[in-house]
Structure formats: C-alpha cells, structure tokens
C-alpha cells in the first residue's frame, strides 16, 4: 500500500446543524415560491441513495445498462487519456459502479476522489472500495460538488482527470451546467481530461418509461423528499396524499419530475402554513435530454474540447472525453 492510500479519510462535511438549518431554508424557500419546487440535490439521504440505486437496476432505466455498456467497450481507450500517478476526481460518485470499470482498467491511478453530497453512503462505499482496490489512495469528500469545497491535500499536486457519469449533469439547467464545466476547470486545472456522461433526446416513450417504472421505484425515490423533510425537519407530510408525476417537456428537451398534491390541504413545515390545491405540484427534478451536436456546443462554450464521443448501439447514451487545453480563466490549476 501507497503512503498515500494510507492517507486517513478525508471527509469535507459541514456541521449537522449547518446543513440542517441550509435544507430547511430550502424547502421553505422552495415551497413559498410559485410554482413550488425543491431542489433535487435533497433526494439523496442514504434512503434516497438506496432508491436510486434500485433505479440503475430497473430494465426501463436503460441509463445504467447503456452507460455501462460504452465503457466496458472503450476502458482501454478512456484509461489512456488519464495520466499515469493521477488523481481520479468522481462528481456525484454514489456507488461508484461505473467507475469500478475505470479503477480496473488504468492500473496506474494514485487516488480515488469520490465527491457526494449523500455522506454516510459515501462512507460505505469507500470502505469497500478501499478493500477492493488496497493501492489506489481512497478519500472521500462528502461536499454539494456545485459550490466551492477543498480537495484533499494529498492530491493538490497530482495531475487530475474528471469523472461525471450518470447523465447527473441533465438535472442542472443547460447555463448551470455550462458553469458547473467551468468550476470543474478550475478544481481539475490545465491539461485535465474529463469524461462526462450525457444522455440523449430519444423517442418521448423510451424516456417517459425510464421515469415511470412498472415496479414504482422512482415514485418512492421521488416520495422519498417528503418522508426526508418529515424525518429530518418534523414536517407532517401525508405522503399518501401525494402522486409521482414524470413526463417529456419536448419543448425543453427535458422529463420532469414533480410531486401533485391529490387534495386540497395544508402542511406545516418548520413553522410555516403551505396550503396545497388540488392538482399542485412541487416541481423536483429536470433531467435534459442533449443530442451530441447541442452537448459538445455546450462544453465548447465552457472551455472545453471534445476529444473523442462514444454512444451505446440504440445511440440512447452517450459518453464524452473532455480536454482542457488553456487551462481554467487565469490559467493556474487552483484549489476549488
Ligand atoms: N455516478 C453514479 C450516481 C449518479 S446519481 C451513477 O452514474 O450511477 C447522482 C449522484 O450525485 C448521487 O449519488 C447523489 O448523491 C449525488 N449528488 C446529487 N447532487 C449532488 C450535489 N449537488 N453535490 C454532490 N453530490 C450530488
Ligand atoms: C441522477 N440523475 C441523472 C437521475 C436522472 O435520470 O435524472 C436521477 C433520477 N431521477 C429519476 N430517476 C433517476
């Protein structure tokens, strides 16, 4: 084992208070706007972590299969554009399925950065990560990967390469997902490879399948929010008096996923009245749909180039390399 993979855990969790009182001024923020809506970077306590892992299991999420069917395929080639002695910087790594196939292939990684916002399933996972894989430096980071956060100090000098599968960049909207590349610039530095997991516009019953399983797995992943806010802020939400919607907003190129209130009622949440009508959503999560064309276009405006693209057979996900070649804005690799 490396000095390095001997390195103590390294964990970048705010307070439990702090990120008690951040979620409760979110919802509240949330279910005062109009429409209402919730962010969905909350679905992911370890309920929600285990729901959704349930989901990448489900044949009508073809998401999972598919993604993992373009990297099984070209792990020789996606090792090769990581740097030997590298850092593995993952965004948003769950439970790190897709990146086994990654830590297999490029023998030579010195670390694995997992970066989470769902803390104790991010603890598990690198405890049997670290008994899989005794030589790669396990750290995970417990952080919301979209605002600032440390890297540990361990890898502040080693190149660093990008991992985002999943299609996670689809739940931000296209300008935050350009600013998210941007941020990613800056935490990976000049000459970092980054490779990115986006799924495609398709045929409208294809993706409203994926969000509306036959088993229901994705309405309680989406239920999940409410029985979240009552166990974690004291809210009474009656999650029978909700419904799990999803639909293709062609328009928008997105599904959207929303919570509809089945009555008339009223809800107290963290000392506030939210009255619901018959028929009212909460809005909780966009996933948007690119073709190639409009997700390369995207990057480039982020500063990036495209490298190379991979897709599965049905052309239904699609895997994109990303190279850096200034550098982020000023030019230095700097601490995100
Ligand atoms: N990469 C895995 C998991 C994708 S699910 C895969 O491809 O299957 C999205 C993951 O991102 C979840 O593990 C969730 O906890 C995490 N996540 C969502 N929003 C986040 C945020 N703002 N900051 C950090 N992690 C986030
Ligand atoms: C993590 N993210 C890309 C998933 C998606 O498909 O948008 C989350 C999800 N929502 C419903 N099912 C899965």
Redesign the pocket.
């Known amino acids: 084992m490396t000095a390095l993979a001997r390195k103590a855990q390294v964990v970048d969790t705010p307070s439990e208070s702090a990120a008690t009182s951040a979620f409760a001024a979110d919802v509240v923020a949330g279910l005062t706007a109009t429409p209402k809506r919730l962010?969905?970077?909350y679905?992911?306590d370890s309920v929600?972590?285990e729901l959704?892992?349930r989901i990448?299991g489900l044949s009508e999420y073809y998401?999972?299969r598919c993604?993992l069917e373009i990297l099984n395929a070209h792990a020789r080639e996606i090792a090769d554009l990581v740097p030997s002695g590298a850092a593995l910087i993952?965004?948003?790594?769950?439970?790190?399925?897709?990146?086994r196939v990654l830590l297999s292939t490029a023998k030579s990684l010195a670390a694995y950065v997992p970066?989470?916002?769902?803390a104790e399933?991010?603890r598990r996972q690198a405890g049997s990560l670290r008994q899989e894989y005794p030589t790669v430096a396990m750290l995970p980071v417990?952080?919301?990967?979209?605002?600032p956060f440390s890297l540990p100090e361990s890898v502040e000098r080693l190149p660093r390469a990008g991992?985002?599968?999943?299609?996670?960049i689809g739940?931000f909207e296209p300008h935050e997902a350009a600013a998210f590349l941007r941020h990613a610039a800056r935490i990976l530095g000049r000459g970092a490879t980054f490779i990115v997991?986006v799924d495609l516009v398709k045929d409208p019953q294809v993706l409203q399948k994926a969000y509306n399983d036959s088993e229901g797995v994705t309405a309680r992943f989406n239920l999940n929010l409410l029985a979240r806010i009552n166990r974690e802020l004291g809210a009474k939400f009656h999650l029978d008096a909700f419904e799990h919607h999803a639909f293709f907003n062609r328009e928008r190129s997105r599904i959207e996923m929303h919570l509809a209130s089945l009555k008339r009622q009223r809800v107290k949440v963290c000392g506030e009245c939210i009255d619901f009508r018959a028929g009212e959503t909460i809005h909780t999560e966009n996933s948007y749909k690119y073709s190639l064309e409009s997700f390369g276009a995207l990057a480039r405006g982020a500063g990036w180039t495209t490298a190379a693209v991979w897709t599965d057979a049905d052309k239904y996900f699609s895997v994109h390399a990303l190279r850096l070649q200034d550098g982020p804005a000023d030019g230095r690799a700097e601490k995100a």
């Open positions: 962010p969905p970077k679905f992911y929600g972590s959704f892992e990448t998401l999972t993604e993952e965004f948003g790594s769950g439970s790190s399925t897709k990146t970066v989470d916002i769902s399933f991010l417990a952080a919301d990967f979209s605002k991992f985002f599968p999943g299609s996670t739940n997991g």
